[in-house]
C-alpha cells in the first residue's frame, strides 16, 4: 500500500506518491471508507492540489472524499497568503453551496398529520427543478445590491429578520465582495435565479431530532428530540458556475505570465496578491453572497408555509454554512493563509472571534446533509480541526456512485414508494434526479461522521432523520 | 466534432425535443488551444441556453482552427409547450479532456459539471 496509515483515521500520501509533491497528502477515513476513495482518482487529485505552490499543513480529504474537477470534493488546502496560489477550481462552480438549518418549536406526532400539506405547499412556493425560474425579477442594479450585501439584502427587502444574520458564516455577507468583477455574461446567467433551489443534490428537507450526542451543546444551539427541523441546501446558481468559468480562464492565460504549471488544467491558478487572484476573491465572494441570500429566501418562504400550514411561525435559524469557499484566516500552522474548502465545512471551536456570539462558549455548529432516506447531523467545532485541518471537517456522505450509475435499474416511481415505507415522503420535479439522488448513490453518512468524531476534527451533537422531502 | 459536442450538449440538457432553425446568432472565439477553443465553445452553448434560454439547433462555422472559432448559430429560444429540460448543466470542464484524431475522423471527450 502506497498510503501510510498514521492510525485508525488518519492516512498520509508520502511525497513519494507523485513527483512534483510540495507537501504530504493527509486522508481521513477508516479502513472501509480508505477503500472506497482508493477507487476513484481521489488520491491523485490530492497529490496533485500538493504539488501548487505555497501550499502549506497538508493536502486534505476528508472521509466523504471523491473525485471532482482538479481538486477533489472534500478537499482542503491551505495556501500562504504571500507566497500561495488562489484557484477558481479550489472552491468549485457552485461557489458557497451550502446548507443551513432552522429549528421549529414543533413535535414529530404534531407534524405528521400535515405533512403532506405542508410538502405541497414548500413545492409551489419554492422555486426548484431544471431550467427553473426565480419569483422576483431584479434589474442588474438590484442584483449589484445583492452581490455586495448577501443576507443582509434579502432581510432589509422583508425575507427573515436581522436575527437570522448573526447565525449565518460571516453574518451572511462577505465584506470584501465587488460586483464589479463579477461579469456581466454571470449577472446575466444568475439574474432570474436568485431564490431558486436549482436541481441536483440540492434540496429542502423536513426533518425530526432522532438522537441527541451532546445534551449541552443541543440545548445551546436549541435542539430537542422529536423536535421538527428544516435543512435547506442550495448554492449560488448559474452566477456561481460562470464566476467560475469566467476566471478558470483568465487564470489559464495568467499562468503563462506568472510561470506556474500545473498537473491538471482544472488546477489552474494564481498567485493570491496578483491582480488576477484578487480580482477572482472579490467575485467569489460576490457570488457566495448570491448564494447567502439564496437560502435567506427559501428561509423565508419555509416559514409562510410553516405558518400557514402548521400555524406556526417560529423556525429559528440554527445556523448557515458553506461547503465550497476560499477564505483568508489565521492557523497555528502556515500562520495567516487563504484556506480553500471545496466541499469541506468550517468547523472552528468554542471562544474563536468568527462564530455567533450565541455560541461562543459552546463552538461552530456544522451542518453534516445525509442522502435523501438516511441521517443529517449537527457537529461542533473542535481545537483538533484548527490544530490539523484549518478548522474544516467533512460536508456530507460523499457520492459513491456517479450519477449515471445511480439511474441505472432505478424507478423514481419504486424510490418513491420504497421512502414512502420508511416514513419520507418526496416531492421531485424530475424523476430522473429522484433516482441520481437515491440512497444508495451515497456512502453511508454515518460512517463518514464517525471518522470525524472520532478524528477529533467535530463533535457529534444530534442527528436528524428526513420525513419529508423537496428535491429539484 | 465542434459542431456535434455542441448538438450533444444541447441534446444532454434538453434532450429529443425538436429544436428548429428559427433565430440566428453568430459568435467569435480567440482561444490559446484547441482544448481551450473546444471548452470555450461549449461554454458559449451553455451561456446561451442558461442565460437566454436559447437552444442551438445547427452551426455553420465560417472560421475553425485550433485558436479561433467564427460561426453562426442557429436555433430558437426555449419554449415550455415544445421542449422538456431534462438537465442543469453546471459548467464545462478540462476533466480528463481528450481531442483524438484517428484516421481523419476527430473525437472529443468532454466532462461536464452537474
Same mark, same amino acid.
Given at each position: 500500500?502506497?498510503?501510510?496509515?498514521?492510525?485508525?483515521?488518519?492516512f498520509?500520501?508520502p511525497?513519494s506518491?507523485?513527483e512534483?509533491?510540495k507537501v504530504?497528502g493527509?486522508?481521513y477515513?477508516?479502513?472501509?471508507?480508505i477503500?472506497?476513495?482508493e477507487?476513484?482518482?481521489t488520491?491523485?487529485?490530492?497529490?496533485n492540489?500538493?504539488?501548487?505552490?505555497?501550499l502549506?499543513?497538508?493536502?486534505?480529504?476528508?472521509?466523504d472524499?471523491?473525485q471532482?474537477y482538479?481538486?477533489?470534493?472534500?478537499?482542503?488546502a491551505?495556501?500562504?497568503?504571500?507566497?500561495?496560489?488562489?484557484s477558481?477550481?479550489g472552491v468549485?462552480f457552485?461557489i458557497?453551496?451550502?446548507v443551513?438549518?432552522?429549528?421549529?418549536n414543533?413535535?414529530?406526532d404534531?407534524a405528521?398529520?400535515?405533512?403532506d400539506a405542508?410538502?405541497n405547499?414548500?413545492f409551489?412556493d419554492?422555486?426548484?427543478?431544471?431550467?427553473?425560474s426565480?419569483?422576483?425579477?431584479l434589474?442588474?442594479e438590484?442584483?449589484?445590491?445583492?452581490?455586495?450585501?448577501?443576507a +443582509?439584502?434579502?432581510?432589509?427587502?422583508?425575507?427573515?429578520t436581522?436575527?437570522?444574520?448573526d447565525?449565518i458564516?460571516?453574518?451572511?455577507t462577505?465584506?470584501?465582495?465587488d460586483?464589479?468583477?463579477?461579469?456581466h455574461?454571470?449577472?446575466?446567467?444568475?439574474?432570474?435565479?436568485?431564490?431558486?433551489?436549482?436541481?441536483?443534490?440540492?434540496f429542502?428537507e423536513?426533518?425530526y431530532?432522532?438522537e441527541i450526542?451532546?445534551?449541552?451543546?443541543?440545548?445551546?444551539?436549541?435542539?430537542?428530540l422529536?423536535?421538527?427541523?428544516?435543512m435547506?441546501? +442550495?448554492?449560488?446558481?448559474?452566477?456561481?458556475?460562470q464566476?467560475?468559468?469566467?476566471?478558470?480562464?483568465?487564470?489559464?492565460?495568467?499562468m503563462l505570465?506568472?510561470g506556474?504549471?500545473?498537473v491538471?488544467?482544472q488546477?489552474?491558478?494564481?498567485p493570491?496578491k496578483?491582480?488576477e487572484?484578487?480580482?477572482y476573491?472579490k467575485?467569489?465572494?460576490a457570488?457566495?453572497?448570491f448564494a447567502?441570500?439564496?437560502?435567506?429566501?427559501?428561509?423565508h418562504w419555509?416559514?409562510?408555509a410553516?405558518?400557514?400550514?402548521?400555524k406556526s411561525?417560529?423556525l429559528?435559524?440554527?445556523?448557515?454554512?458553506?461547503?465550497?469557499?476560499?477564505k483568508?484566516e489565521t492557523?497555528?500552522?502556515?500562520?495567516?493563509v487563504l484556506?480553500?474548502?471545496?466541499?469541506?465545512?468550517?468547523?472552528?471551536p468554542?471562544?474563536?472571534?468568527?462564530?455567533?456570539?450565541?455560541?461562543?462558549?459552546?463552538?461552530?455548529?456544522?451542518l453534516?446533509?445525509g442522502s435523501m432516506?438516511?441521517?443529517?447531523?449537527?457537529?461542533?467545532?473542535?481545537?483538533?480541526?484548527m490544530?490539523e485541518?484549518?478548522?474544516s471537517?467533512?460536508?456530507?456522505a460523499?457520492?459513491?456512485?456517479?450519477?449515471?450509475?445511480a439511474?441505472r435499474n432505478?424507478?423514481?416511481e419504486e424510490?418513491?414508494h420504497q421512502?414512502?415505507e420508511?416514513g419520507?415522503?418526496?416531492?421531485?420535479?424530475s424523476?430522473?434526479?429522484?433516482?441520481?439522488?437515491?440512497?444508495?448513490?451515497?456512502?453511508?453518512?454515518?460512517?463518514?461522521v464517525?471518522?470525524?468524531?472520532?478524528?477529533?476534527i467535530?463533535?457529534?451533537?444530534a442527528k436528524m432523520i428526513p420525513?419529508?422531502?423537496?428535491?429539484g | 466534432?465542434y459542431?456535434?459536442?455542441?448538438?450533444?450538449?444541447i441534446?444532454?440538457?434538453a434532450g429529443?425535443?425538436?429544436?428548429?432553425?428559427?433565430?440566428?446568432?453568430?459568435?467569435?472565439i480567440?482561444a490559446?488551444?484547441?482544448e481551450n477553443?473546444?471548452?470555450?465553445w461549449?461554454?458559449?452553448?451553455l451561456?446561451?441556453?442558461d442565460?437566454?434560454?436559447f437552444?442551438?439547433?445547427?452551426?455553420?462555422f465560417e472560421?475553425?482552427?485550433?485558436?479561433?472559432?467564427?460561426?453562426?448559430?442557429l436555433?430558437?429560444?426555449?419554449?415550455?409547450r415544445?421542449h422538456?429540460?431534462?438537465l442543469?448543466?453546471?459548467a464545462i470542464?478540462y476533466?480528463?479532456l481528450?481531442?483524438?484524431?484517428?484516421?481523419g475522423i476527430?473525437?472529443a471527450?468532454?466532462?461536464?459539471d452537474?
Amino acid at each position: 500500500m502506497i498510503l501510510k496509515k498514521l492510525d485508525d483515521y488518519r492516512f498520509v500520501i508520502p511525497k513519494s506518491f507523485q513527483e512534483g509533491m510540495k507537501v504530504e497528502g493527509l486522508i481521513y477515513a477508516n479502513d472501509e471508507l480508505i477503500i472506497a476513495i482508493e477507487k476513484d482518482q481521489t488520491l491523485t487529485q490530492v497529490a496533485n492540489v500538493a504539488t501548487l505552490p505555497g501550499l502549506v499543513g497538508r493536502s486534505l480529504a476528508m472521509p466523504d472524499a471523491h473525485q471532482g474537477y482538479g481538486f477533489a470534493i472534500g478537499g482542503v488546502a491551505a495556501s500562504d497568503i504571500e507566497k500561495g496560489v488562489v484557484s477558481a477550481g479550489g472552491v468549485g462552480f457552485d461557489i458557497n453551496c451550502g446548507v443551513r438549518l432552522l429549528a421549529s418549536n414543533i413535535l414529530l406526532d404534531e407534524a405528521k398529520p400535515k405533512l403532506d400539506a405542508l410538502l405541497n405547499k414548500l413545492f409551489r412556493d419554492i422555486p426548484c427543478g431544471t431550467g427553473k425560474s426565480g419569483i422576483i425579477d431584479l434589474s442588474f442594479e438590484q442584483l449589484d445590491e445583492v452581490l455586495k450585501k448577501g443576507a +443582509s439584502w434579502a432581510v432589509e427587502n422583508g425575507y427573515g429578520t436581522l436575527s437570522d444574520l448573526d447565525h449565518i458564516e460571516e453574518c451572511g455577507t462577505l465584506v470584501s465582495a465587488d460586483p464589479k468583477e463579477v461579469s456581466h455574461r454571470a449577472k446575466q446567467r444568475g439574474r432570474d435565479q436568485l431564490g431558486t433551489l436549482g436541481s441536483g443534490n440540492h434540496f429542502v428537507e423536513v426533518q425530526y431530532v432522532k438522537e441527541i450526542f451532546d445534551e449541552e451543546t443541543a440545548k445551546v444551539f436549541g435542539l430537542h428530540l422529536d423536535q421538527i427541523v428544516v435543512m435547506i441546501h +442550495s448554492g449560488s446558481r448559474g452566477l456561481g458556475h460562470q464566476v467560475c468559468t469566467d476566471y478558470l480562464e483568465e487564470m489559464q492565460e495568467a499562468m503563462l505570465k506568472y510561470g506556474i504549471k500545473v498537473v491538471d488544467r482544472q488546477l489552474a491558478c494564481v498567485p493570491i496578491k496578483s491582480q488576477e487572484g484578487q480580482r477572482y476573491l472579490k467575485a467569489m465572494a460576490a457570488a457566495a453572497n448570491f448564494a447567502f441570500a439564496n437560502r435567506q429566501m427559501m428561509s423565508h418562504w419555509t416559514r409562510q408555509a410553516f405558518k400557514s400550514i402548521l400555524k406556526s411561525s417560529e423556525l429559528r435559524l440554527v445556523y448557515d454554512v458553506a461547503h465550497n469557499i476560499a477564505k483568508e484566516e489565521t492557523h497555528s500552522v502556515g500562520g495567516r493563509v487563504l484556506v480553500h474548502r471545496k466541499g469541506a465545512t468550517r468547523a472552528f471551536p468554542k471562544h474563536r472571534p468568527e462564530i455567533p456570539k450565541d455560541y461562543f462558549n459552546v463552538g461552530q455548529p456544522v451542518l453534516i446533509p445525509g442522502s435523501m432516506g438516511t441521517y443529517s447531523y449537527v457537529l461542533v467545532g473542535t481545537e483538533r480541526a484548527m490544530a490539523e485541518t484549518f478548522g474544516s471537517t467533512c460536508h456530507g456522505a460523499g457520492r459513491a456512485m456517479s450519477r449515471h450509475a445511480a439511474k441505472r435499474n432505478a424507478s423514481a416511481e419504486e424510490l418513491i414508494h420504497q421512502l414512502k415505507e420508511k416514513g419520507i415522503h418526496v416531492r421531485g420535479a424530475s424523476k430522473s434526479g429522484l433516482t441520481e439522488e437515491k440512497p444508495e448513490a451515497y456512502k453511508d453518512v454515518s460512517a463518514v461522521v464517525d471518522v470525524v468524531h472520532n478524528a477529533g476534527i467535530a463533535r457529534k451533537v444530534a442527528k436528524m432523520i428526513p420525513i419529508g422531502v423537496i428535491k429539484g | 466534432m465542434y459542431s456535434n459536442a455542441a448538438l450533444g450538449l444541447i441534446f444532454v440538457i434538453a434532450g429529443t425535443s425538436k429544436i428548429e432553425s428559427l433565430v440566428e446568432r453568430t459568435m467569435t472565439i480567440p482561444a490559446i488551444d484547441r482544448e481551450n477553443l473546444l471548452v470555450r465553445w461549449l461554454t458559449e452553448v451553455l451561456f446561451l441556453y442558461d442565460a437566454e434560454k436559447f437552444l442551438t439547433a445547427a452551426i455553420e462555422f465560417e472560421v475553425l482552427n485550433d485558436t479561433l472559432l467564427k460561426a453562426k448559430i442557429l436555433g430558437e429560444p426555449f419554449n415550455a409547450r415544445k421542449h422538456k429540460l431534462r438537465l442543469d448543466i453546471k459548467a464545462i470542464t478540462y476533466h480528463q479532456l481528450k481531442i483524438e484524431e484517428h484516421s481523419g475522423i476527430w473525437t472529443a471527450r468532454v466532462f461536464v459539471d452537474i
